[in-house]
């Protein structure tokens, strides 16, 4: 994955439902910036005329991030983007995105894309003992291609 060292800004596509990447949206603007990013629910009703075709793309599956020069990723190379545009985290990302730990991230992203939404309502909702019990009890999704939706 290449990630230059100069960008204008990201757009970044996300489910504005999900207690994780809302939290997470929370989070990457906490930080100092390296470069603009904008995060849009896909849900919101300007996302299709910001964005035209997003929905080809499922947006509901994992989330996207168009970079200012046009270029679209999804789901891992997604989130290493935005902690790319975290000025103190570009480093992580660098590495992050490399061969060596790029397909452990996209591993990682499809668990918790498939997953989200319970893990959600666990974190955001519950005591860190129900949390841990709840999340010895969630199973891997078991889907043909690895990258299931769970509604």
Known sequence: MNLPK???GI???????CGMCCSFH??????????????????AAHAERI???????DPAREMIVRTSEGEI??????WVWCLHSCANHQTAARRLGGPGLLPVAVHACRVLAA?????SKVFFRRKDKKVR??????EIAKCADGFCVMK
Not at 133 to 138: E, G, N, P, T
């Open 26 to 43: 929370e989070w990457i603007n906490r930080q100092a910036r390296a470069f603009a990013i904008e995060f849009i629910p896909y849900q």
């Open 6 to 8: 100069q960008i204008k």
């Open 51 to 57: 964005f035209p075709g997003l929905g080809t793309l």
């Open 115 to 119: 997953n989200r939404h319970a893990l």
């Open 73 to 78: 990723y999804r789901g891992a190379e997604a």
């Open 133 to 138: 019990d709840k999340l010895h009890q969630m």
């Open 11 to 17: 757009e970044v596509f996300y489910d504005g439902r």
